[in-house]
């Protein structure tokens, strides 16, 4: 193991900065009791990617990201049994070349396993990552380590727990075989891609929104099952269309002071960039995941019940479209949609779900980012949820509200860790403990 002394902590987009007195990266899961046991405060990180400040800001870290090996398979039952530092292109690609798919991918693939799961990471068209697990070994505040099983009460709490009741060490995942997905992309008008939502939800094997604010229009991506071998004609789009990334950063440079030119930086990327239609083929992480990202960002995300989401995206659309207003928002606002789950901290808690994306391309400058502010008031008016790796305002009063489990949840954690080991001052606010 090899232990740091006395440093700075900076997350992936350099929004988050805490200095810290040891830092352990570990290989072991004995590793990783000792230090749980022996700290007095101590928090766990992945790939530091998440806008949330929840992964630092106490003496102890430990970085996950060394604990990262395959450990098992089970042939017959389609199991897959690995360290929660992997990182998921690493558990992604194992899984693919067993012939197996994990059925719903986030659009990333540099996140660890342990962290995606904490914050309750999703994709589109099936249920959070985390719905997919069947066995997790924690250890507790204690050092002690705990094996719950998919059929354990303490599951359902545990599968998005935001590294508060423990550490993840192992994780089992229940695969499906894998399937070929015939992808097509073209622009939509709001009207058309809003109408009969549920249905298309449930006709599409995959469904994605990247929908473009200010312009009227989404991007919509579709896809349906196909048997491997069966050909598609393939149109990737124009060439150019690498760049969309680059030319957004130019575009949105300024528009933190003049909030306004958003609305027409949006116009021009729309027409450049999400104009053409496109055909292709692939498994579900070779077709619809990013694989490289030329910069960072920053982002919210918020989700509501599927029977909100026309009036959330009516106000959203009515407030962001006012001149008066400073809330112009990046392309795109990512909608995407979520099968309800039983995980009490999930998005999706006994709801089929819509998640909305909110980002910032200019990270630096996210604070002055009025839409955040704006988005949040107008999903938390409606009941809408935060995704927890993501930045947002609400705190325990909020949660109180909008999770039927919250404070099941909140009793449960200070069981299992009573004297607050494992809080830093960002989650003291959230779960409001002294
Ligand atoms: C470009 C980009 C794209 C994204 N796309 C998506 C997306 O498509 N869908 C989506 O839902 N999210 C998405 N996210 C959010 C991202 O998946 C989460 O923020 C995720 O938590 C980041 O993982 P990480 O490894 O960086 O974890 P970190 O940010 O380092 O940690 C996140 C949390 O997990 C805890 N943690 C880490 N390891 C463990 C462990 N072993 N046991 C217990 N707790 C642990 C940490 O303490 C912390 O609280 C995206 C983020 C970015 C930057």
């Known amino acids: 193991m090899n232990k740091l002394k006395n440093g ?19 290989t072991s899961e004995a590793e990783l009791q000792e230090i749980i046991k022996n700290s007095k405060k101590v928090r766990t990180f992945g790939n530091k990617q998440s806008s949330a400040d929840i992964s630092a800001g106490v003496d102890a870290l430990i970085d996950i990201r060394n604990y990262n090996k395959i450990i098992s398979y089970n042939e017959n039952d389609r199991l897959i049994t690995v360290q929660s530092g992997i990182k998921l292109v690493d558990l992604i690609e194992a899984v693919e070349s067993k012939g197996w798919c994990i059925p ?10 342990g962290g995606a799961l904490a914050t309750g990471t999703h994709g589109t068209s099936g249920q959070l990552l985390a719905s997919y697990v069947e066995n997790i070994r924690l250890v507790l505040a204690d050092g002690s380590i705990k094996d719950v099983d998919k059929n354990d009460e303490l599951m359902d709490a545990l599968r998005v727990s935001i590294g508060t009741l423990g550490v993840f060490s192992t994780v089992t995942f229940k ?9 097509k992309e073209r622009p939509e008008k709001d009207a058309v891609w809003m109408s009969n939502l549920k249905e298309k939800i449930d006709q599409f094997d995959f469904l994605r929104v990247l929908w473009m604010p200010h312009t009227g229009k989404g991007y919509v991506i579709t896809g349906d099952k196909i048997p491997e071998n069966q050909p ?14 680059d030319v957004s950063k130019i575009l949105y440079k300024y528009t933190h002071v003049l909030p306004w030119l958003t609305s027409v930086a949006n116009k021009i990327l729309a027409f450049a960039f999400f104009n053409s239609e496109k055909e292709h083929k692939g498994s579900l992480y070779q077709a619809t995941v990013t694989k490289s990202r030329g910069s960072t960002l920053e982002l919210a995300e918020w989700t509501i019940g599927i029977d909100n989401f026309p009036a959330v995206f009516k106000e959203l659309k009515h407030v962001i479209n006012n001149w008066g207003n400073k809330a112009f928002i990046h392309i795109p606002m990512d909608v995407r949609f979520v099968k309800k789950d039983s995980s009490w901290l999930s998005y999706a808690y006994e709801q089929d779900t819509v998640t909305v994306g909110c980002v910032s391309r200019n990270a630096k400058t996210a604070d002055s980012y009025e839409a955040f502010k704006t988005v949040e008031n107008i999903f938390i008016k409606h009941g809408g949820r935060p995704h927890w790796g993501k930045r947002f305002k609400a705190k325990d009063k909020e949660f109180d509200t909008l999770y039927p489990k919250w404070n099941d949840f909140k009793k449960l954690r200070q069981e299992l860790d009573p004297t607050n080991k494992f809080l830093n001052n960002y ?3 959230v779960f409001n403990e002294a």
């Open 427 to 429: 989650l003291k606010k």
């Open 8 to 26: 700075v902590w900076v997350s992936w987009n350099e929004n988050i900065k805490h200095d810290y007195n040891r830092l352990y990266e570990i």
């Open 175 to 183: 695969c499906e075989e894998n399937y070929t997905l015939h992808i």
């Open 232 to 245: 598609v004609t393939v149109n990737n789009g124009p060439s150019y269309l690498k760049y969309r990334r």
């Open 104 to 113: 719903c991918l986030p659009d990333i693939n540099t996140v660890t396993l």
